[in-house]
């Protein structure tokens, strides 16, 4: 059963057939011999300008190509070749982009529809030979059950026996039993942003462990702000009023003046563009300055001292600039200066001279563990944050009383709801309500850059657990399923990573469970609320109006049982 359950997973996820074939030999260091022959497509009679053609399937480890030749539709001298269309293993065969041939199968094969008045086909053989052994065996089902067989997982495969039934039911148990990563707390471990005076929540203060303090000069707070250029050969930045830094004028090459900040950079080194106000003219760019003095301790500068302070550091380790962020690991005396927004707050360490980077602390509240605190601890002056989730479900086993903000008392906690950790860095954008930033999150203040574009369920963090987890059966499944139940990116919310996580956690909690639990929660999620609109819905007896029926649609027809009833 456990072997009947892996190749059903495989087969409804992808049919790899020969090509997945290949490409796991290629993984598991086989040698493949691929035998190529080519001949004119005679297995029909083609017509003089279009028309339909019937070719055979391929048979078994076999991969048959449709090869179309002729002039480009922007040329008419340069004759191009593309594939069209293939059959692999036996199966139907089917158009390929981004010239797809129109074909249409049939118990006596598949009949395409080709225009011979301007193109030459030809049918492309591929015959497949693999080898034999308990390795070759063991590539196919990790290139089925997987992400992709790597070197170590066919070691410890052949460790448990090899390629027999044995192994691969001992490799189940192992793939089932093996530790749930919930892609939520992956992701809240590693956001660190900065904390904004429109945020609601605590920050990291100066004498946290796990306050940030950093090197360069710039930041993304500093984008649109006015700077003041003084003096000639020792320059004095300006900033909001305070003095940022002072530099060389040979390092930091625009005259003494009025500027705008335009860009920023967020390393020593990096790239500042500056402008007149407005930036729109007289743009410059310089070098993001290391932050000094020649006299750190003047006026009107607020700097401690680290080793007074007991404030001990670490560099964080993978951002752009070597050396340039530093997180507090421990503080053994006190005597830090209090933060005053606006202000800029100095640390003299032995890297330097370090500026304090003010950052959101996240709190874990956890199903089993739920917070307890008012919202008056995270959220000063507005009680519409309350840092305890309401019961449900979900929570209800491991809610407790204590909540100074929640009806009753009762405090609960929800799943995969972390604390973050400074010494991972700011690696995904946060996303806060519009409400609660005072300036635009920009991609700049991520410590390890990735594609904007890169968002929604295919989101970064999401393709590193689902290729990296130890339990790659469970999160093949987990793609599987949500290509079942999936979400549309076209919310508008792709870039809100922690919504993403929480419904593909849904298909890894219960990834080997009951898919009644599955679509309970998936009824429940308020991402699926607003793909198929029965967020909020209530019945016809509390608001005199029929409620949104869309999802109990979906979830008979697309969801369950189908548009045909089957075995009535």
Partial sequence: ?????????????????????????????????????SKAAGLCAPPAQKGPCRVERSGSGELLRMVRAGATATTTTTTTTTTVARSYDGHDWEGLLPSPLEVACDSQGCVFEWDTSMYT???????????????????????????????????????????????????????????????????????????????NGTAYEPCDVGARWHRY????????????VEGSGTLTLIVKGNA??????ADFDVPAGT???????????????IAAPGCATNKKTVPNPALGFANPVGAGRTVIDALAAGLGLKALAGVRGAGDVHITQAVTTGGCAAYTAGDFLFLNADAGLLRYDRRLKLLAGDVASPLTVGYTDVSPGDENYCPAAPVTFLNEGGCVLGSPCRRGGVACGSRGEAANDPNLGNRYVFSP????????????????KYSIFVSGPQSPFHNIVLTEADSQLRYRVVWALYQILPVAQSLGRESEHEIWSQYLDIFATHAFGNY??????????PMMGAYLSHYGNQAFAAEGTFPDQNFAREIMQLFTIGLYELHP
């Fill in 1 to 37: 059963l456990k072997l009947q359950f892996l190749y059903l997973i495989a087969a409804a996820m992808a049919r790899t057939a020969a090509c997945a074939l290949a490409l796991a030999g290629a993984a598991a260091g086989l040698d493949f011999q691929l035998q190529y022959t």
């Fill in 121 to 199: 086909y030809t049918l492309e053989k591929v015959a497949v030979t693999p080898p034999s052994g308990t390795r070759h065996a063991t590539a196919k089902l990790f290139a089925q059950a997987t992400f992709g067989a790597r070197m170590q997982d066919l070691e410890a495969f052949d460790a448990r026996g090899g390629g027999d039934a044995t192994a691969a039911g001992a490799w189940f148990d192992a793939q089932v039993g093996a530790p749930v990563v919930l892609m939520r707390e992956y992701y809240r471990r590693r956001a660190n942003p900065r904390l904004v005076d429109a945020m």
């Fill in 217 to 228: 000069a710039f930041t993304q707070e500093e984008v649109k702000a006015v700077l003041k």
């Fill in 244 to 249: 940022l830094t002072e530099v060389a004028a």
């Fill in 259 to 273: 500027y705008e900040v335009c860009k920023v950079a967020e390393w020593v080194g990096g790239d500042v563009e």
């Fill in 433 to 448: 309500p519009t409400e609660q930033r005072s300036t635009e999150e920009s991609m700049e203040e991520l410590d390890f």
């Fill in 516 to 525: 009644l639990d599955v679509l309970k929660e998936v009824a429940w999620s």
